[in-house]
């Protein structure tokens, strides 16, 4: 489903938006962000995301943190441990993005 149409959410800039952020400030998050490489994916992380990919393409696999199966086509991660050490397998984009931040944002207990 396509996100809502919103105001760009950089600092001043009016832009109406259906992503993340305006084209202009998209560049300016990606950059900042830096490259894959940079961020600690490197050749065994491409090389294991291209076998899992023939997999997953293919239909037949699951989720590694819902259990639910991730369907040709759609869009997914190959999730790693906690602690960035291994690879848990696919998932789905959302359930990894998802995990993370439930990680570093827990809910307050009572």
Request: positive net charge; aromatic residues 6%.
């Amino acid at each position: 489903m396509p996100r809502a149409k919103r105001i760009c959410p950089k600092r001043g800039c009016p832009r109406i938006v259906n992503k993340r952020y305006c084209t202009e400030h998209e560049r300016e998050y990606e950059a900042d962000r830096g490259s894959s490489t940079k961020r600690g994916y490197d050749h065994r992380h491409n090389a294991l995301r291209k076998q899992w990919d023939i997999k997953v393409q293919r239909g037949g696999v699951n989720c590694a943190t819902c259990g639910k199966p991730i369907h040709p086509g759609t869009e997914w991660h190959l999730g790693h441990t906690d602690d960035r050490t291994d690879y848990k397998g696919p998932e789905h984009a959302h359930c990894n993005t998802s995990d993370g931040g439930k990680r570093a944002h827990p809910k307050l207990e009572s």
